[in-house]
T-cell receptor
Framework: AQSVTQLDSHVSVSEGTPVLLRCNYS??????LFWYVQHPNKGLQLLLK??????LVKGINGFEAEFKKSETSFHLTKPSAHMSDAAEYFC???????????FGTGTRLKVLA | GAGVSQSPRYKVAKRGQDVALRCDPI?????LFWYQQALGQGPEFLTY????????KSGLPSDRFFAERPEGSVSTLKIQRTQQEDSAVYLC????????????FGQGTRLTVV
């Protein structure tokens, strides 16, 4: 069975400071892991994905995530937050040989001016 | 098309009414998925098509929910005799393959049952 836990439902940061959104996963197989962002009234947009290549994954808009098997984590980071980063972020796991996405409950990121 | 298109964007239905939600996937995408996103929650899997074949419908909450993709492109999710607990955003996604590939999501249809 697969599952994903997003450890924070809300995160607030000041503009220009680092962002850390935490995600832990559980998977019986080598997982594929994704981070999606959802802006209000917009569709889910892929930020980045891990599919058993490099453990440090770089995505769009300056985001990156590191796959740590020993910690079963896939935390999302960005060195400097921008106002436009304010949105809902979802960590997603999909196990090898399966097509279903298992979503976390989401983390709402608020960026303060 | 340029992306996954869903219609209508918003639907208000009276309890007991039947509704039909449409999804136009990206041209050439083999796989199509439906997800349900309740308020404040992450999306949850409903059903999966590979071309016209519905390979997995394990996430459909009840037999009032029915999905089809008769020609392997456009898909329709139908909900019969809607109930208040059906209120949610219904998301459609498509991907070129079925495994370990990026799924592209539509903007969703927000269904409100009153």
């Amino acid at each position: 069975a697969q599952s994903v836990t997003q450890l924070d439902s809300h995160v607030s940061v000041s503009e220009g400071t680092p962002v850390l959104l935490r995600c832990n996963y559980s998977s019986s197989y080598s997982p594929s892991l994704f981070w999606y962002v959802q802006h209000p009234n917009k569709g889910l947009q892929l930020l980045l994905k891990y599919t058993s290549a490099a453990t440090l994954v770089k995505g769009i808009n300056g985001f990156e995530a590191e796959f740590k098997k020993s910690e079963t984590s896939f935390h999302l980071t960005k060195p400097s937050a921008h106002m436009s980063d304010a949105a809902e972020y979802f960590c997603v796991v999909s196990g090898a040989g399966t097509y279903k996405y298992i979503f976390g409950t989401g983390t709402r990121l608020k960026v303060l001016a | 098309g340029a992306g996954v298109s869903q219609s209508p964007r918003y639907k208000v239905a009276k309890r007991g009414q039947d509704v039909a939600l449409r999804c136009d996937p990206i041209s050439g995408h083999v796989s199509l998925f439906w997800y349900q996103q309740a308020l404040g929650q992450g999306p949850e899997f409903l059903t999966y098509f590979q071309n016209e074949a519905q390979l997995d419908k394990s996430g459909l909450p009840s037999d009032r929910f029915f999905a089809e993709r008769p020609e392997g492109s456009v898909s329709t999710l139908k909900i019969q005799r809607t109930q208040q607990e059906d209120s949610a955003v219904y998301l459609c996604a498509s991907s070129f393959e079925d495994r370990n590939t990026e799924a592209f999501f539509g903007q969703g249809t927000r269904l409100t049952v009153v």
